[in-house]
Every structure is written in structure tokens, then in C-alpha cells.
């Protein structure tokens, strides 16, 4: 499977929202960012926030480019151009049936190589709630690397969960790519 990244649009929403179907989910894929039940507006408002100029973060939808099927999203949020680093975050394997097949690393590292060759980044980070075993191991295989831990950082309902960050750089990717 090939992924191309394509900028998420507001047409784009409505699959958005069939995808995130549950507060779990919600809070795999976005943290305490959004609010469940996720809806219209709140897209509306995210992207809204990618449309600034020299925009801080770029959201896109990953497509499949054999079956032109979507497949995913991902954003690339917090460009810092001056220290060339960034974040990725709110990666989301869209269909439930599509899951566990590798489809989140290679979007995640359709992301990485666009970061490192288009905008010339340093570094990348990513902060994964510590229950997502799944996203952890996909950011390991990429080639990430673990750097340390946000205690009890993030409340949804009377639980409390830890962040576990991780980050790659440059180097570290045009070795692996050899």
C-alpha cells in the first residue's frame, strides 16, 4: 500500500466524524483536545486553525493511491520553523476493519519523510497516551525513540493517564533510510 498525504478539507469532516464513533477513541486519537461527542463544529474550528499564515499546524487526510481510498488522518502540528521541529498528532486509522495492518506506520511515515525533506525539520515528536499500546509500538517501528514520561497528565472522567513522549530526528531517519 502507497499513502499519500492530502490536505484535510472541510468536505473531509463527515468521514471524520463516522470514524470517531466512541469517547475512547476520542481520547486514543486526540487527547483531551476535542470534546465527545465530536461533532460538526468542532472540525470546523480545527481546521479553521491550520488556515493561518505561515501556518503552526498542517492536517491531512491519508489515501490509499492504488484504491484512492481514504484511509486515515494525521496532523503535523506546533511548526517551528526557527528550530525546525514539529509534533505529530491526531493519527487515526480510520476504518475499524483497516486497523492492525500497518496502514498507521505508513502514514506516519508518509508524514516523517515529508517533514525532514519539504520543511527541512530537526526533530519530530509525538506524546501518545501510555494505554495506546498500538501507537507506541507503530512510533517504535518508525523508529522513534522513547524520552520519557507525563505522569497522570490527562483526566477523563474520574481516571487519570500518563503521556509517554517519543522523538526522532533528522539523522536518525537518513540513517535508517540507508
Known amino acids: 500500500m502507497h499513502i499519500e498525504l492530502l490536505m484535510f478539507k472541510q468536505e473531509d469532516i463527515?468521514?471524520?466524524?463516522?470514524?470517531?464513533?466512541?469517547?475512547?477513541?476520542?481520547?486514543?486519537?486526540?487527547?483531551?483536545?476535542?470534546?465527545?461527542?465530536?461533532s460538526q463544529m468542532q472540525c470546523e474550528q480545527y481546521l479553521e486553525t491550520s488556515l493561518v499564515e505561515p501556518p503552526s499546524r498542517l492536517i491531512f487526510k491519508a489515501v490509499d493511491s492504488d484504491s484512492g481510498e481514504v484511509v486515515g488522518h494525521i496532523e503535523l502540528d506546533g511548526i517551528d520553523l526557527e528550530n525546525q521541529s514539529a509534533f505529530i498528532s491526531r493519527v487515526l486509522v480510520g476504518a475499524n476493519a483497516q486497523r492492525g495492518r500497518g496502514i498507521g506506520q505508513a502514514i506516519v511515515l508518509q508524514l516523517v519523510n515529508a517533514a525532514f525533506?519539504?520543511?527541512?525539520?530537526?526533530?519530530?515528536?509525538?506524546?501518545?497516551?501510555?494505554?495506546?499500546?498500538?501507537?507506541?509500538?507503530?512510533?517504535?517501528?518508525?523508529?522513534?525513540?522513547?524520552?520519557?514520561?507525563?505522569?497522570?497528565?490527562?483526566?477523563?472522567?474520574?481516571?487519570?493517564?500518563?503521556?509517554?513522549?517519543?522523538?526522532?530526528?533528522?539523522?536518525?531517519?537518513?540513517?535508517?533510510?540507508?
Open 14 to 38: 463527515g468521514r471524520l466524524l463516522s470514524w470517531v464513533d466512541s469517547k475512547e477513541l476520542l481520547l486514543s486519537w486526540a487527547g483531551s483536545f476535542f470534546e465527545f461527542p465530536l
Open 117 to 178: 525533506t519539504q520543511l527541512a525539520l530537526h526533530r519530530i515528536a509525538v506524546g501518545v497516551l501510555d494505554f495506546n499500546d498500538s501507537a507506541v509500538y507503530c512510533y517504535e517501528k518508525c523508529g522513534f525513540k522513547y524520552e520519557g514520561r507525563y505522569r497522570d497528565i490527562v483526566k477523563c472522567g474520574d481516571q487519570y493517564y500518563s503521556v509517554v513522549t517519543m522523538s526522532l530526528l533528522r539523522s536518525e531517519w537518513q540513517s535508517a533510510e540507508k
